[in-house]
C-alpha cells in the first residue's frame, strides 16, 4: 500500500535521527549491510505498526482484480518488447559473417532454440518483481525499497499480522536457492524478531532453505496459499491470472 509524502519523510527522518542509536546485538554478523539492516528495520518496528493501523481499509475484490490486472499487464508489455528487441538482434546478427557463436543453436541459425533460455530466465526474472508489486496492493504490505527508497538487505517486503511486524523474504518458487544462498537468507532473516522465507508459487520440487535452521531461529516457511492468506489474496485468482497472462506471452514469442 503506498505512504504518502509526509509519512515518508516522517519514516526517512526518523531513520536519520535514531539509526546510530540502536544497539547492535552479538548474534548480527559483522557484515555491514546487515548491521545496517538490523538498525532501519529496528526503528520501523517502533513506527510501522501504528501506520498499518491507520491504513486499515480492505480492498473490494473489484479492486484487488483491477490493480492485479493493472501489473500483469505491465508485466506482458515489459517481456514482450524486451523479448522481442533479443529477437531482432538475433536476426540481425545471424545475417553477419560471424565466425565465432556462443552456443551451437547460434552456429545452426536456431533462432527459438537460441532465445529459449534468455526468454524463460529473463520472463522468471521479470515476474518475481511483478509478484512482489501484487502482494504491496494490500494494506499489510510495505515495500521498502519502493516506498522509501532504502535496502534492507533479504527483505522484500514487510507484513503486518497478528499485530506483528513481519520481514519477508519472497522467492517464486521452492528451490529457488542453492546451498550457499540458503545460508545467507538465513542470515539475512534471522536478525528480525519476526521474519518469513515465503514462495509466491507453491511449485519446485522441495524447499532449498534449511528446515532445521529456520526452525531454530523460528523463521516461519510459507509457500503458495499459505503466504497469500497471509495477505488476504486468493492464490488462485493470482495463479489463474498469472498463467492467462503467461499463455498470451507465450502465444505472442512463437
Keep these: 500500500m503506498p505512504i504518502n509524502k509526509t509519512t515518508k519523510q516522517n519514516l526517512l527522518q526518523a531513520i536519520t535521527n535514531e539509526k546510530d542509536k540502536i544497539v547492535i546485538p552479538d548474534i548480527i554478523p559483522q557484515d555491514q549491510?546487515?548491521?545496517n539492516a538490523y538498525q532501519i528495520a529496528r526503528i520501523l518496528d517502533q513506527y510501522l505498526p501504528d501506520y498499518f493501523r491507520r491504513v486499515n481499509k480492505p480492498l473490494t475484490l473489484t479492486e484487488i482484480e483491477?490493480?492485479?490486472d493493472q501489473i500483469l499487464l505491465k508485466f506482458k508489455q515489459e517481456v514482450l518488447f524486451a523479448l522481442s528487441q533479443?529477437?531482432?538482434k538475433f536476426r540481425k546478427e545471424i545475417q553477419e559473417n560471424k565466425t565465432t557463436f556462443k552456443n551451437i543453436f547460434e552456429f545452426a541459425g536456431c533462432e527459438n532454440l537460441y532465445l529459449s533460455n534468455l526468454y524463460t530466465r529473463f520472463i522468471?526474472?521479470?515476474m518475481g518483481h511483478?509478484?512482489?508489486d501484487i502482494a504491496g496492493i494490500v494494506n499489510n504490505v510495505f515495500l521498502p525499497d519502493k516506498e522509501l527508497d532504502i535496502t534492507i538487505k533479504?527483505?522484500?517486503l514487510i507484513i503486518f499480522h497478528e499485530e506483528k511486524i513481519k520481514y519477508t523474504q519472497l522467492k517464486?518458487?521452492?528451490d529457488t536457492l542453492t546451498g550457499s544462498q540458503s545460508s545467507r537468507s538465513i542470515n539475512e532473516l534471522k536478525i528480525h524478531p519476526f521474519s518469513i522465507f515465503?514462495?509466491?508459487l507453491d511449485m519446485g520440487n522441495s524447499w532449498t532453505i534449511n528446515k532445521a535452521s529456520c526452525e531454530k531461529y523460528q523463521i516461519e516457511r510459507l509457500a503458495g496459499e499459505s503466504f497469500w492468506s497471509l495477505l488476504n489474496l486468493d492464490y488462485n485468482l493470482i495463479l489463474n491470472k498469472l498463467a492467462k497472462t503467461i499463455r498470451e506471452i507465450d502465444k505472442e514469442l512463437y
Aim: aromatic share 0%; no cysteine; net charge neutral.
Design 172 to 174: 517464486t518458487k521452492k
Design 86 to 88: 533479443e529477437k531482432d
Design 33 to 35: 549491510e546487515l548491521r
Design 130 to 132: 511483478k509478484l512482489e
Design 124 to 126: 522468471s526474472e521479470n
Design 154 to 156: 533479504g527483505i522484500d
Design 198 to 200: 515465503a514462495v509466491a
Design 66 to 68: 483491477q490493480k492485479i
